[in-house]
């Protein structure tokens, strides 16, 4: 999995049928410092993420395990909502930093 | 997935008997600033999508999720035409553009 | 899937029993213009292309669909052979040029 | 497969239900020489590595190929934590170095 | 598929159980010049490969359809141990080079 930035979400009406209901969400790729990578991928959001939260997204036929997008035509699913992550022992990433 | 743009169509006579009558479209990959990537792809259009129209498109075997390519040799498919999408809060592509 | 253009054949007498009796092609990458991309893959041919011929190929698990790659260990096969197409209503290859 | 190694943990506690209880591993690649090629990926740890050791990493389909990672939404798993390995018949990474 | 030359063997006790017995070998990628590119890949030996072969190797999905690999964890397989191919009807690379 890789990590992204929920940024925006993309609107279309004209799509396969088995698309209808799911949130569309852009997602700018992230490296281990929370820097934008340049790449970006749009994604289905299983896991109800909000804008400018941090993600881990599973492409490829991983992105068709979760309930929502079994067997749906879709390459790239949002099925973490990130809080943290350390390394080398150091947080890169808090999303609730503890008061100090 | 990932944004493109249909910039032509594809002839194919000779071809894998499961590809009788899908229509192959050339799709220019762009940004999420709408500008081409330099990449393409050639991929089955599963959504009646056309040329010059904005599009999203999935690859790998969640290509062949739609009815139209179940069980084909295909690894690239539009599967949904983009009305509009915004990021950080601006629409950075609109189909049709609001009056303002 | 992508184009390439079929630059030779690929001899293995000692390989997996599945592949026994598939051809070998050699294709390179070639870009919207035709030009080599400077990738190249080694693809299973499902069509019967000829050296020099210009063509479409699949990879990843699409590349198992066809009647003939079936359940097989390979991950690119050659699904199509590309008579033209066309980039902003310009075409941008043809097989049989018309005379003009 | 791909080698990395193991240099943190990932916490998320809003997450696709069958990822309940996965321990997420921040993994950094790495080339034949041990050395960070800068890019990583977030998997599923299904051997028990521990912070700083070399391992063996999958992706795609074959993520789910583990006893643990089964139908999940993960297309990244470590499935081998490496002894050693040799290039032309010198060992590039020991875990456990020969006394000389 | 792509080009590789063994270069190594890899050495794991601590796997998951699904790769007991397996063969992991070094493979650097190489191109149609039998050159380095850079890359690497561990992969999985389904065909008994000796050290300083070139080798044909698929990945993915694809990885898992030889009957060493069906349902392992493994997204790279060494499928073909390659003899010659040729390129524009000149050979690159010759097993047995023929005597002139």
Chains 1, 2, 3, 4, 5 share one sequence.
Do not use: H
């Not at 940024?7 to 569309?24: A, C």
């Not at 909000?50 to 997204?57: F, K, N, P, S, T």
């Amino acid at each position: 999995m890789l990590l992204g930035k929920i940024v925006g979400t993309l609107v279309s009406n004209r799509k396969d049928p088995k698309l209808e209901g799911m949130k569309l969400m852009v997602v700018q790729q992230i490296d281990l410092d929370c820097q934008d990578t340049g790449k970006y991928v749009i994604a289905v959001d299983a896991v109800g993420a909000g804008i400018q939260e941090v993600i881990l997204y599973a492409t490829g036929s991983s992105a068709r395990q979760t309930v929502l997008t079994e067997n749906k035509p879709v390459d790239a699913v949002v099925m973490a909502i990130v809080d943290e992550w350390e390394v080398d022992g150091v947080f890169r990433y808090q999303k609730y930093p503890e008061s100090q």
